[in-house]
């Protein structure tokens, strides 16, 4: 099974608070995890507005160093506008940045590692 990482778990292991989450990871062979290039952006952005951009880029850089980075695609936009429009048809809309890095998750073989924000 491949896991993608969302934005929260990926924080919660770059700032060391998730043990749990860095417990299964290191179970995992790094073939087997992934993060979204929205999920990269989203950490960026992070990143840049942090009191510590230098400091939180290297730990971003290292973090990100041995995962494979999956690109949003044709795929990925077709999924989001489906998802997006049957969520706001049920009164259940998550927001459009949400909705995208949902997105690439019904990939086959690919399961979301996240925590609640």
Same mark, same amino acid.
């Given at each position: 099974m491949i896991y993608m990482l969302d934005t929260n778990i990926?924080?919660?292991i770059i700032r060391r608070r998730a043990p749990h989450a860095l417990q299964r990871l290191t179970e995992q062979t790094i073939d087997n995890v992934c993060? !979204? =290039?929205?999920?990269v952006a989203e950490l960026e952005y992070g990143v840049a507005? !942090? =009191?510590q951009p230098a400091q939180n880029q290297r730990a971003l850089e290292q973090f990100l160093l041995p995962l494979a980075i999956v690109p949003f695609d044709e795929l990925d936009a077709e999924v989001y506008g489906?998802?997006?429009a049957a969520l706001e048809a049920h009164g259940q809309p998550i927001g459009a940045i949400d909705t995208?890095?949902?997105a690439p998750a019904p990939v086959p073989a690919a399961a979301r590692s996240t925590r609640p924000t």
């Open positions: 990926c924080v919660a993060v !979204s =290039s929205l999920t507005k !942090s =009191s489906h998802v997006r995208l890095l949902a």
